[in-house]
């Protein structure tokens, strides 16, 4: 039995009252912080049934944009379900004088946080930060207390923290012995600036391919999943398939993710996001691969990049990974190009059927394959691709 919480135009939001028959693909949630903590959502649905209802949730977006569906449907690509993440943003919590009291994850729809000691879904490097940071935390006072806290392990098993927001950080510096095993410690102020108490912007680096490395920092977007994130980078460049002569488009390329595992494979990549320190660090990440067939350069994506040499010039294939809102404002861009072959990866189903919808009715763009990337086990989060190919119209 249900009860509705929200009546929307074409769905109702209900909560579950009483469970009269159990599902066969219901389970017992293995986290005691399920019932309020908003991280995970489906512990109580066995795996192989989550990741049916995320590729079931794949389907119905393509379907309500325009009938789309793939001529092939990739079998998923999962992995371990828990002790999985290998990034995390860590809420404070705090007492009613604003001094710490913990740390922990905001509830379910709610600003209030879950203070917890233990996450099974963190990676086992990150699950036994929890307690000397809640440790440092308690007791600081109002002042000295940073909004946020962001933890990553990187490929080699060391660990990085950033402490986001500080106001005083000298409290807060003398607790750091309690983190004598993390190797990168990054006090940010409010302001923005960062301050490397531990370590460098070099230390912490992931493989997106084998060979490869990518370095970050605590405060960089990268992916959560790191085992996922190697295998989907290889989905990627398997299946664009490029030669030594053709060249690749690149955007919202970030860190570099995919830039510099597709420039091994093909003579040209230029990669574009907006962030000038991103680019910045994505420059770097190409140097350190001894990579000279890349270019970065910053713009935004969300609007017409108008006469810029990047837009203007001609490319075989075009990868794009874009943040939740999608890429309809570089679409035109991408018809442009005369690209042949495009990998669209999205933390979003209903932006990116929207958009390969555009794609194929605007610009003759045939949707060939796409399939779920399940970089969040145990949550609602679908993360998706899928391949286009074609000879663009140039409708626009």
């Known amino acids: 039995m249900a009860r509705i919480t929200l009546e929307n135009a074409r769905t109702l939001d209900a909560a579950c009252e009483r469970i009269i028959t159990p599902s066969h693909d219901r389970t017992d949630p293995f986290c005691t912080h399920f019932a309020r903590c908003g991280g995970c959502s489906l512990q109580h649905m066995n795996y192989a049934a989550q990741l049916e209802e995320k590729q079931r949730h794949l389907a119905q977006a393509f379907a309500q944009h325009g009938g789309l569906a793939p001529k092939t449907w990739l079998a998923p690509i999962s992995g371990d379900s828990k002790g999985y993440r290998s990034r995390a943003r860590l809420a404070v919590l705090r007492h009613r004088d604003g001094s710490g009291r913990g740390i922990g994850f905001r509830q379910r729809r709610s600003e209030r946080v879950e203070l917890i000691e233990l996450c099974p879904v963190l990676a086992p490097e990150l699950q036994q930060l929890l307690a000397p940071l809640n440790e440092i935390i308690r007791g600081l006072e109002r002042s000295e207390c940073p909004n946020e806290i962001r933890i990553a392990v990187d490929d080699k098993g060391d660990l990085g923290i950033l402490f986001d927001g500080l106001i005083n950080q ?227």
């Not at 091994?264 to 660090?281: A, F, M, N, Q, Y």
């Not at 932006?351 to 399940?374: K, N, P, Q, W």
């Open 170 to 396: 000298a409290a807060l510096g003398q607790r750091l012995e309690r983190l004598a095993n993390v190797a990168v410690v990054v006090f940010r102020s409010p302001a923005g600036e960062s301050i490397f108490a531990r370590g460098s912007a070099l230390d912490l680096w992931l493989e997106p391919a084998d060979g490869l490395n990518m370095r970050y920092t605590p405060g960089d977007f990268v992916q959560a999943n790191n085992q996922i994130n190697k295998r989907m980078v290889d989905q990627v460049v398997q299946r664009l398939d490029l030669t030594e002569n053709e060249s690749v488009l690149d955007l919202f390329c970030g860190l570099g993710n995919f830039t510099i595992a597709l420039a091994k494979r093909c003579r040209e990549v230029t990669g574009i996001d907006l962030g000038l320190k991103l680019i910045e660090s994505a420059r770097v990440n190409a140097s350190l691969n001894q990579l000279e067939n890349v270019r970065f350069e910053s713009s935004d994506l969300t609007q017409d990049p108008g006469p810029q040499r990047w837009a203007r010039a001609q490319y075989d294939a075009v990868l794009l990974d874009p943040p939740r809102a999608g890429a309809a404002g570089v679409l035109p861009t991408i018809a442009r190009t005369k690209a042949h072959k495009i990998a669209y990866v999205s933390c979003y189903p209903g932006t990116m059927a929207r958009d390969i919808r555009s794609l194929r009715d605007d610009y003759g763009y045939e949707l060939e394959a796409a399939g779920i990337v399940d970089q969040f086990p145990q949550s609602h989060h679908v993360e998706c691709v899928a391949f286009l190919s074609g000879e663009p119209r140039l409708y626009k």
